[in-house]
């Protein structure tokens, strides 16, 4: 039976996707069997007349893992809005024990499962009715909290360590994202440890593409860099 973690965000864009194609990456590089897992997409990308997942097709692009979008992602859904009203537009009727099935398939062949959610912990993804956080409870896995490194980071991540700790639910620590090395981010990162309490596990750099640079290229050396193969099997 695999071992999970569940990548929350502090809200959407701040590299949920970009930390679980790292983590995944580095556990697959140093030979472990991981995969990951996105329950809900919302705001697919729609080729060839399908809707496919962006946030899979990352992780493929940085892994290159042999494995089906089906196995990787329960729900993918159009709209760019939150799950639960996208779900709602596109006639889709979401099923947690869908979600619960499809990472018990993914924990049978793997050792390794990084989940991840969709926007922070509190988006719905039924409305009214199931939240992230009820998910990271079914699943009952730890969590990291990716959050961004630039200013607005103190309140949203302060708030998020906050309402998963009153749940009970563990935070393995939290992963700074976009550092570009200024003052004011290396204050957020001393007053989010004074104020959290939960362990800084990683500081990723903001990648700077150049001209004749790619960016999966560059992702994987920032991975090599910041995210140390011991801890993040720690993080497990
Ligand atoms: N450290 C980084 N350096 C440069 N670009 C990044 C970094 N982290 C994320 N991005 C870019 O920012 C955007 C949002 O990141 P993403 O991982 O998709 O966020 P989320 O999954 O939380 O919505 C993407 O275009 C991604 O490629
Ligand atoms: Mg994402």
Redesign the pocket.
Known sequence: MAKGLFVI?TD???????VTAGITYILRKHNFNACSFKPVQSGGIVKDNKVLSG?IEFVKDITEINETNTMMNSYCLKEAVSPHIAAEIENVTIDKNKILEDYKKLQEKYDYVIV?GAGGIIVPLIRGKYYIYDLVKDLDIPVII?ARAGVGTINHTALTVDFIKRLGIEIKGLII??YSNSFYEDDNIKVLKNITNVDVISI????NIGENEDFISKARV?YDNSLEIKKVLNLF
């Open positions: 965000g959407t864009d701040v590299g949920k996707t970009f946030d991840e990716v994202n976009g990723i750099n903001k990648l920032e």
